[in-house]
C-alpha cells in the first residue's frame, strides 16, 4: 500500500481483556517498529523486526506484551489481560533496512484505551 | 546503549523570529539522526534526516539541522517561525553502523509559536 495501515484507529476494552493491532507496512519495507505513546509523552520503543533476524523485544514492558511478523508483510502487537496502564497510541512504522529518502514512515496509531 | 535527550519540554518562540529545538545524542557507532514532527491528533511526519554528507541538512517546510559531532548534537533550526510551525517534535538516532540497528527517540519538545 502506499503507506503503513494500522487497525483497528480506535480500541476500547475492558481491564483483564486480550486485544490484538495490527500493522500493515510499505510493501518491501524490511524494518518495522511498534512504539508506545502515552498521552503528552515521548515514543517509547516496544519491539523491532528486521527481515528474517530474530525480533528486538528489548522493550517490551512485561510478559503480557508480544508481537508476531511473517516475513516482510504483516505484525500484530498483542496485549493479554489488559491494565488501565497499557492505555495510549500504539504506533508502527517501516522502513528499508538503510532508511532512504523518506526515514521511516509512521502509521496513524491505534488509541487503546483500557476501562 | 543509545539515547537521545531534548533537554527543553517546550519552546516559546515569536512569529518571524528563528527557532532553535535542541538535541543531543548517544551511540556507539555512526549516528543516523533524525527529526519528526507531531500535529495534534496526527501521525508522525518526517522532516529531515542526516546520515552522511554535508553537516547542514535542510528538509521539509523550510527546517534545517546541523550534525556536530564534536558536541553530539543535531539542533533542528528555522530561520522565521510561523505560528502553523507549532506542534510536538521528536528528535531520534540509530546506529548506522549496525543493519540491524534501532530507532530510538527523545522525549518530544513542545514548539510553540505565537502571532
Known amino acids: 500500500g502506499a503507506g503503513v495501515s494500522q487497525s483497528p484507529s480506535n480500541k476500547v476494552t475492558e481491564k483483564g481483556k486480550d486485544v490484538e493491532l495490527r500493522c500493515d507496512p510499505i510493501?518491501?519495507?524490511?524494518?518495522l517498529y511498534w512504539y508506545r505513546q502515552r498521552l503528552g509523552q515521548g515514543l517509547e520503543f516496544l519491539i523491532y523486526?528486521?527481515?528474517?533476524?530474530?525480533?528486538?523485544k528489548s522493550g517490551l514492558p512485561s510478559d503480557r506484551f508480544s508481537a508476531e511478523r511473517t516475513g516482510e508483510s504483516v505484525s500484530t502487537l498483542t496485549i493479554q489481560r489488559t491494565q488501565q496502564e497499557d492505555s495510549a497510541v500504539y504506533l508502527c512504522?517501516?522502513?528499508?533496512?538503510?532508511?532512504?529518502?523518506?526515514?521511516?514512515?509512521f502509521g496513524s496509531g491505534t488509541r487503546l484505551t483500557v476501562v | 546503549a543509545q539515547s537521545v535527550a531534548q533537554p527543553e519540554d517546550q519552546v516559546n518562540v515569536a512569529e518571524g523570529n528563528p527557532l532553535t529545538v535542541k538535541c543531543t545524542y548517544s551511540?556507539?557507532?555512526?549516528?543516523?539522526l533524525f527529526w519528526y514532527v507531531q500535529y495534534p491528533n496526527r501521525g508522525l511526519q518526517f522532516l529531515l534526516k542526516?546520515?552522511?554528507?554535508?553537516?547542514l541538512v535542510k528538509g521539509s517546510y523550510g527546517f534545517e539541522a546541523e550534525f556536530n559531532k564534536s558536541q553530539t548534537s543535531f539542533h533542528l533550526k528555522k530561520p522565521s517561525a510561523l505560528v502553523s510551525d507549532s506542534a510536538l517534535y521528536f528528535c531520534?538516532?540509530?546506529?548506522?553502523?549496525?543493519?540491524?540497528?534501532?530507532?530510538?527517540f527523545g522525549q518530544g519538545t513542545e514548539l510553540s509559536v505565537k502571532p
Open positions: 512504522a517501516s522502513s528499508f533496512t538503510t532508511p532512504g529518502t523518506g526515514g521511516y514512515t
Open positions: 510493501s518491501g519495507h524490511t524494518a
Open positions: 523486526f528486521q527481515g528474517n533476524s530474530a525480533p528486538d
Open positions: 551511540v556507539s557507532g555512526n549516528p543516523y
Open positions: 542526516y546520515i552522511t554528507g554535508d553537516n
Open positions: 531520534a538516532v540509530r546506529d548506522g553502523d549496525n543493519q540491524g540497528g534501532k530507532l530510538i
